[in-house]
């Protein structure tokens, strides 16, 4: 069994609004320990009746303690991790700009960057991907074969467009999306189009950062 990768700090950022609020831990602690407490009330009159309600009314009068305080404990986790997560947002924010921050970005977080944009266009992800590593995305009946390969080129080559449409052909895919930073010309634009490949450039990409930065601020 493989080791699962860490996730990188863009990955972290762009999963930060999953999480339960953090004061839903407190609610939970409140409730949890006023039920135990009930329970255990309840079979501690029960405990000379038989050895059950004992073992019961042991259990109960543990855990009115223990529970209570492992939700507090998460609570207090949780907020502080939220606002770790804001001031680092805010120090991106302030100290860089889009165009800095792709400069010091990962192959991986930029892949994760582009799912997190393209998925909130209503594409999915499907299970695997290429053998180059390339990913395959659906949205309706249409399907998309996304390429990252040439993202950190000084200028996009003809040569990467006819390679992803030779590999939209032998997958069956419907359309390419392909990821570059660098310079992109009219004639690649051109061939882009006629292929049926949809270019995410520079442009793209900064407008990309910038929402991502802004929507995964947590809320504590």
């Keep these: 069994m493989t080791a699962r990768r860490p996730l990188s700090p863009l990955e972290t950022l762009l999963q930060s609004h999953s999480q339960l609020p953090w004061w ?5 602690a409140l409730f949890s320990g006023l ?3 009930w329970l ?12 059950g309600g004992t073992l019961l009314h042991g259990f109960t009068l543990v855990g ?21 997560r804001r001031r680092r947002v805010s120090r991106l924010q ?10 010091q970005l ?5 892949r994760a960057l582009v799912l997190w944009a393209l998925q909130a266009e209503g594409l999915l992800l499907q299970n695997g991907c290429a053998a180059d590593g390339s ?6 009946e249409e399907s998309y074969l996304l390429d990252l390969s040439p993202w950190r080129a000084a200028q996009l080559k003809r040569a990467d467009l006819r390679a992803l449409r030779e590999r939209m052909t032998e997958l ?26 949809r270019l995410i450039d520079r442009r793209v990409l900064q407008q990309w950062l910038r929402a991502s930065v802004s929507r995964t601020a947590p809320q504590p």
Excluded: K
Aim: proline content about 2%; charged content about 15%.
């Design 94 to 103: 302030q100290e860089a700009s889009p165009d800095h921050l792709l400069q």
């Design 172 to 197: 069956g895919v419907d359309a390419g999306l392909l990821v570059c930073h660098g310079r992109i010309d009219a004639a690649a634009r051109l061939l882009a189009r006629r292929s049926g490949i």
């Design 35 to 37: 039920l135990l407490h």
């Design 106 to 110: 990962s192959r991986q977080d930029v």
């Design 40 to 51: 255990a009330s309840r079979f501690w009159e029960d405990s000379t009746a038989a050895a």
């Design 135 to 140: 990913v395959l995305l659906q949205q309706g």
């Design 24 to 28: 839903l831990y407190l609610l939970l």
């Design 64 to 84: 009115q303690v223990m529970l209570p305080l492992a939700l507090l404990c998460a609570a207090v986790a949780d907020l502080f991790n939220r606002l770790s």
